[in-house]
Nanobody, 122 residues
Framework: QVQLVESGGGLVQAGGSLRLSCTAS????????MGWFRQAPGKEREFVAR????????FYADSVKGRFTISRDNAKNTVYLQMNSLKPEDTAVYYC???????????????WGQGTQVTVSS
């Protein structure tokens, strides 16, 4: 059983925008927190953004604050990541996952999907 599926990645020029989607199972989406992470070749998986289930409270990595927006549609069991003003350093595979903790550590998240590739050209 697939717990969640990421989509919406692609190739975009620097300064452009993409919207990523993550559709999760009912059980996965019921977790306290849904988060977005990214991983580039040779680098550790890093936190991007999270959003809570109860009140939709958001938190962002400093590297994306002001450019990315995380949101959720509870009726669709879907979390989104709107990415604006993209930079080449945003290039990575983007993953979503669930946690019972308000964490920025990927080891505290579960239910990882296959990821969606985001490539930003200069």
């Amino acid at each position: 059983q697939v717990q969640l599926v990421e989509s919406g990645g692609g190739l975009v020029q620097a300064g452009g925008s993409l919207r990523l989607s993550c559709t999760a199972s009912e059980r996965t989406f019921s977790s306290a927190v849904m988060g977005w992470f990214r991983q580039a070749p040779g680098k550790e998986r890093e936190f991007v953004a999270r959003i809570s289930r109860l009140f939709g409270r958001t938190f962002y990595a400093d590297s994306v604050k002001g450019r990315f927006t995380i949101s959720r549609d509870n009726a669709k069991n879907t979390v989104y990541l709107q990415m604006n003003s993209l930079k080449p350093e945003d290039t990575a595979v983007y993953y979503c996952a669930a946690s019972q903790e308000y964490s920025v550590n990927y080891s505290q998240y579960d239910g990882w999907g296959q990821g969606t590739q985001v490539t930003v050209s200069s």
